[in-house]
């Protein structure tokens, strides 16, 4: 088993950043793929960022492309998503999940196994 704790999320005004991190414990050695999803009210789970287990390939979802950064830090067992630029539509709860697949990427979500709890972002205008 995985566990997923995210942290950093807040309320931001248009135009600001937030650093979100998830720190991952457990069985640690079946994670490949790690990502970032969000969920607006009301909105479908969204698939957010997407990085490989050595971090040499990342996805990002059209609307994010230029403003978010999506990194692991190995060592310590942690995902960050670095978010600048930062809109009213990207408020939303966002969640870290991870993959044991095989993929390099993964973009199905049904390939993730393990997911956090969530952190909320709200950016005002």
């Known amino acids: 088993q995985v566990q997923l704790v995210e942290s950093g999320g807040g309320l931001v005004q248009a135009g600001g950043s937030l650093r979100l991190s998830c720190a991952a414990s457990?069985?640690?050695?079946?994670?490949?793929?790690m990502g970032w999803y969000r969920q607006a009210p009301g909105k479908e789970r969204e698939l957010v960022a997407v990085?490989?287990?050595?971090?040499?390939?990342?996805y990002y979802v059209d609307s994010v492309k230029g403003r978010f950064t999506i990194s692991r830090d190995n060592a310590k067992n942690t995902l960050y998503l670095q978010m600048n630029s930062l809109k009213p539509d990207d408020t939303a709860m966002y969640y870290c999940?991870?993959?044991?697949?095989?993929?390099?990427?993964?973009?199905?979500?049904?390939?993730?196994?393990?997911w956090g709890q969530g952190t909320q972002v709200t950016v005002s205008s």
């Open positions: 990085i490989s287990r050595g971090g040499g390939s990342t």
């Open positions: 999940a991870a993959s044991s697949s095989k993929q390099s990427i993964v973009v199905v979500t049904t390939l993730y196994d393990y």
């Open positions: 457990g069985s640690i050695f079946s994670i490949n793929a």
